[in-house]
């Protein structure tokens, strides 16, 4: 997969696929769809937790530009990239896409 590097640690993360170990959300874990949106009743799972799961979830990064992000659940495994990813998360609109707010404050990404 070729992708673009971004150097510049204003431009935050770059669009790949990450393991996320850990994330800096105080408390619990964040769930999300397995498919469709919640009014589906399908059961939410979870994709990332604090502290750090022993079973990292692989997520797609997608850097949407000024801080903001998509993160795509992918399953368990493993990925080309493994980085921690630290930052603030919001709700989904629908199905399994979460946004991340990058802030240079939590830059745990190595």
């Known amino acids: 997969m070729s992708q673009e590097l971004e150097t510049s640690a204003a431009q935050g993360l770059e669009t790949g ?3 996320i170990s850990s994330i800096a959300f105080p408390g619990g ?13 399908i059961t939410p799972r979870n994709v990332v937790s604090w502290p750090a799961s ?3 979830e692989v997520v797609q990064v997608k850097n949407l ?3 903001r992000y998509n993160l795509i659940s992918g399953g368990l495994g493993t990925s080309p990239k493994s980085k921690k990813l630290v930052g603030v998360v919001f709700p989904p609109t ?4 979460w946004g991340l707010e990058y802030k240079s404050e939590y830059d745990g990404y190595t």
């Open 54 to 56: 022993p079973d990292p």
């Open 29 to 41: 874990s964040i769930g999300v769809e397995k498919s469709g949106p919640r009014a589906s009743g």
């Open 65 to 67: 530009g000024g801080g």
């Open 17 to 19: 696929v990450y393991v």
């Open 94 to 97: 629908s199905g399994e896409t």
